[in-house]
C-alpha cells in the first residue's frame, strides 16, 4: 500500500483528477442552479442584493450606452462601472457574449452565480501547482486541493452578499507567484512568464474587487521583504525588480485605468478620510479563528461561541486545528524525536517557503485586528497594535482608511499556516519512524473531509427566492405596473429615499433591505433609472444636488434642468410611516433623518397624483416645475 502511494502519476494526471473530482462536487451542490433556471440567489439583502441589481441592470442597458457607463442608479448622473460592486471584469465580459454570441440577458442572474462558483476550480488548479512544487505524496496534492478551496474564509461571503469577495484564487495566485519567484531566485533559473502572469491575474483581479489589491499586495510585499533582506537576495537586481514588479504594478496598472477612463475622478479626490481602522464589524476577532460555521457539525474541542460580525469570519478548520494541537503534543510529549525532526525539517526548501509565507501571512493577520485591540468589554482599556502597518499608514497617508474592513486582510493566513501544516505532514510521512504518523495524518485528511461534507451541504440549500430577476416573487410590482405605463417617465424616485457610497458628511442615507429591492425590482422592470444610489465612492458633489430633490427649496437650476422634460415616478412605500419603523431614527446625520422621516409631507407638499397602489406601495406622478 505504501509503495503504491508513493509512486508519482504525471502532473497532468493529478491535475485532472483534481478538476474533475471538483466539478463534480460543484454540480452535486450547485446543480439547482441549473435545473430551476431563475429561481435562485445566495442572498437578496445588504450589498447582496446591490451587486444582483447592478449585474443585471447593466446587462439591460443598451449596448449602445457603452461598456463602461451605468446608468441606472444615481440619475441624471449615472456613474462608472468600476464603482457598482457588480464584478466589472465578469460584468462585461458577460455584455459582450451576450451581444456579439448569444444573448445571456435574460438569465443574467444564474450567468453570475454560475461564473463565482465555478472560480472554485480555478483555486483547485492553482492549488495543484501549489501543492505539487511543495509536497511528495501525491494523494495530499490531490485530496486538499479539492478540499481546501470548500474550507476558505472567503466562501462565507456568496452568502453574506459581499459576492465578489469569494474569489480565493485571487489569493492563490500571489501565492502561487511567490512560490515560482523563490524557487526560480533559490537556484538562479530564468524567471519566464511567472511575473507577467501574476501581475495580469492581479490587475484583473481588481476589476473584480479592489479590496484584493492590498490584500494580496500587503502579503506579496511582505514575504519579499522578510526573504531579500534575510537571505542577503536584495543584492540581485533581477529579483528585486520581479518582486517590486508582483506588488506594484498591479496597483500601478488598476490605478492607470481608473484615472484614464473614470470621467469622474476629479470629483472623487476629494473623498474624506474615513474614522478609523478600529469600528469592530470591520475588524478581526481573535476568537474568529475558532469559530466554526453554523453548519459544521464537528467541533474542536476549544471554541468560540460568540457569533462574530460577517467580516470577521475566518474560521480555520478542523485540519489545521487539530493540527496545531498534534504539533504541540509532538512538542510537549516527545521532544527529542521533535526537535531532530525540526533540525531536519527546517532546512528543506519547502519549510524555508512555508514558513517565511507564514511570517508574511501573519503580516496581514496583525493587520486585520486594528490598530487599536480591546481588553476589556467596554472598550476602555486598548492594546495600540504597533505591529499593524495600517497604525502607521494612518499617520502618513490619512485617506487610506477608505480601505477600512481591516478583516480581510486575514485570508492570506489561512492558506499560509495549512501549506506550513501540509509540509510538515509530509515531510514527517517521509522521515518519520512512528508507525502511527500513517494514521494521524489521514485523520487529519478525514477532518478536513468532514468539514468539506459540512459545506457541500450547506451551500447544496444556500439559496433564497430570486426575488431580483424572478416576477413571481414580486405581485404588488405586477398589480402596479398595470395602471402605469413606464414609457411616460424619466426615472423613478424611491421614497424613502436612499442614497449611499459618497461617504460624505451628512450625505449618506442609508437603505433597509425591503425598501432598496422595490426599488431594484421596479427599475429592472420599467428599464427606468434611479435617482437613489447604493453604489461605491460616488462624487460627493452629485448627492448634494440629489439631496436637494428632497429639500424645501428643491434642487439647483443644473439639475432642475437635466430632469426638464418627462415626469419622474414616484415609489412611494407607507410600510414605513406607520409609526413603528426606525429607518429614519438610525440614519447617520439630522438632516438624513429629516429627509427620510419627511417622506410622506414631501408627497403632499407637491400635490402628486395618486397612479396605483397595491399593499403598502403606491406610485405617484411628479411633475418637476
Known amino acids: 500500500m505504501r509503495e503504491w502511494l508513493r509512486r508519482k502519476p504525471a502532473p497532468w494526471m493529478v491535475l485532472a483528477a483534481a478538476v474533475i473530482w471538483q466539478g463534480l462536487l460543484l454540480g452535486r451542490t450547485f446543480a439547482a442552479l441549473v435545473t430551476e433556471p431563475n429561481q435562485h440567489l445566495f442572498t437578496d439583502q445588504h450589498d447582496g442584493a446591490k451587486n444582483y441589481f447592478t449585474f443585471q441592470a447593466y446587462l439591460q442597458q443598451p449596448f449602445e450606452r457603452g461598456l463602461l457607463w451605468f446608468g441606472q442608479m444615481n440619475y441624471p448622473f449615472g456613474d462608472y462601472i468600476f464603482y457598482t460592486d457588480n464584478s466589472p471584469l465578469l460584468a462585461v465580459g458577460t455584455k459582450l457574449f451576450s451581444h456579439y454570441v448569444y444573448d445571456l440577458t435574460p438569465r443574467g442572474l444564474d450567468v453570475y452565480n454560475g461564473l463565482l462558483v465555478s472560480m472554485l476550480l480555478l483555486s483547485t488548479v492553482l492549488l495543484v501547482s501549489i501543492l505539487r512544487r511543495l509536497l511528495h505524496s501525491w494523494v495530499l496534492v490531490l485530496t486538499l486541493s479539492v478540499l481546501l478551496p470548500w474550507l476558505s474564509p472567503q466562501l462565507e461571503r456568496l452568502t453574506v452578499g459581499h459576492l465578489n469577495l469569494s474569489l480565493s484564487w485571487v489569493v492563490l495566485l500571489g501565492i502561487w507567484g511567490l512560490l515560482r519567484l523563490y524557487e526560480h531566485g533559490e537556484k538562479g533559473r530564468p ?78 479626490a476629494a473623498l474624506p478620510k474615513q474614522n478609523s481602522y478600529d469600528a469592530p464589524p470591520l475588524k478581526l476577532a481573535p476568537a474568529a479563528l475558532v469559530h466554526p460555521y453554523e ?141 502511527w504518523r500513517w494514521a494521524a495524518v489521514p485523520a487529519l485528511v478525514l477532518l478536513a473531509w468532514l468539514d468539506t461534507r459540512d459545506a457541500l451541504k450547506h451551500y447544496r440549500h444556500a439559496y433564497v427566492p430570486n426575488t431580483i430577476g424572478n416576477l413571481r416573487f414580486q405581485p404588488e410590482l405586477t398589480q402596479l405596473l398595470r395602471q402605469v405605463n413606464p414609457a411616460d417617465y424619466q426615472a423613478i424616485l424611491p421614497i424613502p429615499y436612499f442614497h449611499v457610497g459618497s461617504e460624505g458628511e451628512g450625505l449618506t442615507i442609508d437603505d433597509a433591505d425591503a425598501q432598496s429591492r422595490h426599488a431594484f425590482h421596479l427599475s429592472l422592470r420599467t428599464g427606468l433609472p434611479l435617482l437613489a444610489s447604493k453604489m461605491s465612492r460616488t462624487p460627493p458633489e452629485h448627492a448634494r444636488q440629489l439631496l436637494r430633490l428632497l429639500q424645501p427649496g428643491g434642487p439647483g437650476p443644473a439639475l432642475r434642468a437635466r430632469l426638464a422634460g418627462r415626469p419622474i415616478l414616484v415609489l412611494y412605500d407607507d410600510a414605513f410611516y406607520r409609526g413603528d419603523s426606525t429607518l429614519a431614527v438610525n440614519q447617520p446625520g439630522p438632516e438624513p433623518r429629516r429627509i427620510v422621516r419627511d417622506g410622506a409631507a414631501f408627497i403632499a407638499r407637491h400635490r402628486m397624483p395618486l397612479l396605483a397602489q397595491a399593499g403598502t406601495l403606491r406610485l405617484y406622478r411628479w411633475e418637476l416645475e
Open 295 to 435: 453548519y459544521n457539525r464537528q467541533h474542536f474541542p476549544l471554541e468560540s461561541t460568540t457569533r462574530p460580525y460577517d467580516e470577521s469570519t475566518a474560521y480555520l478548520g478542523l485540519f489545521a486545528l487539530w493540527g496545531l494541537l498534534l504539533v504541540a503534543g509532538l512538542y510537549l510529549l516527545r521532544r527529542p524525536q521533535w526537535r531532530a525532526w525540526w533540525r531536519g525539517w527546517r532546512l528543506t526548501a519547502e519549510a524555508r517557503f512555508a514558513l517565511l509565507l507564514l511570517a508574511a501571512a501573519t503580516v496581514g493577520l496583525l493587520a486585520a485586528l486594528g490598530t487599536r485591540i480591546g481588553l476589556n468589554a467596554d472598550g476602555t482599556l486598548v492594546l495600540n497594535n504597533y505591529l499593524s502597518v495600517f497604525y502607521h499608514l494612518d499617520r502618513l497617508v490619512p485617506k487610506a482608511t477608505q480601505f477600512r474592513a481591516v478583516a480581510r486582510f486575514s485570508w492570506p493566513f489561512f492558506w499560509a499556516l495549512h501549506l506550513l501544516l501540509l509540509v510538515g505532514l509530509d515531510y514527517w510521512l517521509r522521515t518519520g519512524r512512528s508507525t
Open 191 to 268: 524567471l519566464g512568464a511567472t511575473v507577467p502572469l501574476v501581475v495580469a491575474g492581479q490587475t484583473a483581479a481588481a476589476f473584480l474587487h479592489l479590496y484584493y489589491l492590498p490584500i494580496v499586495g500587503l502579503c506579496v510585499g511582505s514575504f519579499l521583504a522578510f526573504w531579500l533582506l534575510g537571505s542577503g537576495r536584495w543584492r540581485q537586481l533581477r529579483l528585486v525588480l520581479a518582486g517590486g514588479a508582483m506588488v506594484l504594478l498591479p496597483l500601478l496598472l488598476s490605478f492607470a485605468v481608473l484615472r484614464g477612463l473614470d470621467g469622474y475622478y476629479p470629483l472623487r
